[in-house]
């Protein structure tokens, strides 16, 4: 096929691209919250009952209420008891609850966690059998109860991926597939103006790591390409300014669009060894998830800038660097010395050594990583001293040097 139409040497373009969101409607904007109670009634009709699934810090802030004004009509029970970075046996104590209500559909409210954690409460009601059963990629046989999507923060882009990540023993463990995506997203910006400058900024960086990393995964499309180097923009310039002033209603905005735009290609991209190294560091320091991946985002970047010059070039401009008199290479490490910046600016950790991992642990995590977080998708494969020198770099704090 390729040599009849003139496309020798461009074969991987010929890939067909998938592209996975949401199954019916994804509504965006300040206030869009009011289109819970129609579209669930679209869904499933007056009086029926639901499952809102959350946790105890969003209900103690009030956004639960401001669901549950929009819900009248409904017969709506309150999970509350979502844990940060859920572990597995959380999620079969979700999918029992689930089984066991005569639910018509699911409501997720709150960040990752939550939005995981009712995805589960929707594909375990239809899908027999334990949570692990579906571990991994594609293995759900059916799509779940109606879910609705309502994040609280500005990060996980979980309200736009079919991907649901948990703890499972030691380790991080994941269901992906297109049957977990939610029926409606809602991405109502004004939920995020409670969240505190820590949690700004953790959940920030996080969507900045799913956008640069699937840029830089050798399954990115130009259409992925394109929306994650908008959302890398977004989170470069609004960043700082959500972290200094949690009520600036147009960095909000344009911190919870980032997110959802960067979660659109988690399923079909995917994301390199930044993810990976970040597990062994949540797992093993009980790190939160966006700051473990956002603190190995810059030195994964300048360690692939030898395989995606030119990928990494465009991030480094999406983040302002002025990268038109810099050879691709040497823009790529500049790219992840601006994204190093910014996590100073927000006061996050960039180094290993300065959250007191010892050095010792080095060896242990370079092996971890390799064993448990392969990925075929990266474009420059680690191999064990590789994996160990990357280790090395972030304990130093050094990029570029």
Known sequence: MASQIGLEGYEPLLRISTFQTVRKGLFFGFNSISRIGPELLDLVGEGAKLLLVTDKGVRGAGIVDKVLANLKGFEVDVFDEVETEPSIECAER???????????????????????????????????????????????????????LVPTTAGTGSETSPNVVMVVGRAKGWISDPRALPDVSIVDPMLTITMPPKLTAGTG????????????????????????LAAAEMVGKYLRIA????????????????????????GTAGVVYGHSIGYTLSTRYHLPHGIACGLALPYVMEYNAIACPEKLARVAGAMGVDVRHLPPREA?????????????????????????????????????VLEKYPRPNSPRQLTKEGALRLYERMWEGKIGD
């Not at 029992?96 to 995981?116: F, N, P, Q, T």
């Not at 972290?243 to 659109?264: E, F, K, T, V």
């Open 205 to 228: 960086l996080d969507a900045l790591t799913h956008a640069v990393e699937c840029i830089m995964s050798l399954n990115s499309s130009p259409l992925d390409e394109a929306i994650n």
């Open 332 to 368: 790529a490490v500049e790219g992840a010395k601006a994204v190093k910046a910014l996590m100073e600016d927000v006061e996050l950790p960039t180094s290993l050594s300065e959250l007191g991992v010892p050095k010792g642990d080095l060896q242990e995590l370079a092996a971890e």
């Open 94 to 148: 979700v999918a029992a609850i689930a089984r066991e209500g005569g639910y018509k559909a699911v409501v997720g409210v709150g960040g990752g966690s939550s939005l995981d954690m009712a995805k589960i409460a929707s594909i375990m009601v239809t899908n027999p059998g334990k949570v692990a059963d579906y571990l991994g990629r594609g293995k759900l046989k059916r799509c779940g109860l109606p879910m609705v």
């Open 243 to 266: 972290y200094s002033n949690g009520r600036d209603l147009r960095a909000r905005y344009h911190m919870s669009l980032a997110a959802a735009m960067a979660g659109m290609a988690l």
